[in-house]
């Protein structure tokens, strides 16, 4: 297998998990219905768990523009090879989207808030504040580079690193999440939001585009960031 058809399908596990868990809590006569945001990122940190353990040997496992834009930055990763992780992130992220809408088909038209359909897909913030929301999608992204480059530093028992990765995911979305969703991935957002738009979802509203740039440019700085504090203050 490619580097390339294992971030498309580490991506789409990785959605087919984490949009998962949303859809359950929030979509009506889920039996996993109103579970809460402790079940939601616990669904997303063992997704990300689950989708290293798939290709973390083939690919590396970035499943996230801004990982492997980070790796680059700082030497970590050819520069030459992120146009078609971040492509094989996309392809990725769109059709594990499209897989859950499938598995959740009999439950959108039970569903009647739009906003909550939208919600399975991407993110959006508590309260809208441009800059604020902008800032929280940076520094998320900013502590999820940089502890995966301190964690990647240590020595674990065999197989028990993307474990641990999950772990962090749970974290950071317990612990910074309440703000903005905590997309800390341009793909993982931008990818199941484009889903949103083009699939014939009964009842669904706007994909929110106007939002939409937030979590792509936010975990794509703090990505940056995160790596080149790394590299200077640990001098990786």
Request: net charge neutral.
């Amino acid at each position: 297998m490619s580097p390339f058809l294992g971030e498309i399908i580490g991506t789409a596990l990785l959605i087919i998990f984490g949009d998962g868990v949303v859809a359950g809590v929030l979509l009506n006569k889920s039996k996993a219905q109103n579970s809460g945001w402790i079940v939601i990122t616990f669904g997303w940190g063992l997704a990300v768990a689950v989708a290293v353990y798939a290709v973390g040997a083939i690919s590396g496992a970035h499943l996230n523009p801004a990982v492997t834009i980070g790796l680059a930055s700082i030497g970590k990763f050819p520069w030459e090879q992120v146009p078609a992780y971040i492509l094989g992130q996309m392809i990725g992220a769109f059709l594990g989207a499209v897989l859950v809408w499938l598995h959740y088909l009999p439950h959108w038209g039970q569903t009647q808030e739009k906003d909550l359909k939208l919600a399975v897909f991407c993110t959006g913030p508590a309260i809208r504040s441009t800059g604020a929301n902008l800032i929280s999608e940076i520094f998320g992204t900013f502590i999820l580079v940089l502890a995966i480059l301190a964690i990647g530093a240590n020595k674990f028992t065999e197989g028990l690193n993307p474990l641990i990765v999950g772990f962090l995911i749970v974290a950071i979305g317990l612990s910074l999440g309440g703000t903005t969703g905590y997309a800390i991935n341009p793909a993982r957002d931008l990818g199941p939001r484009i889903a949103h738009f083009v699939l014939p979802i009964a009842g669904k509203g706007s994909s929110d585009w106007g939002y939409a740039w937030i979590p792509v440019v936010g975990p794509t700085i703090g990505g940056v960031l995160g790596a080149l504090f790394y590299a200077s203050v640990f001098g990786a």
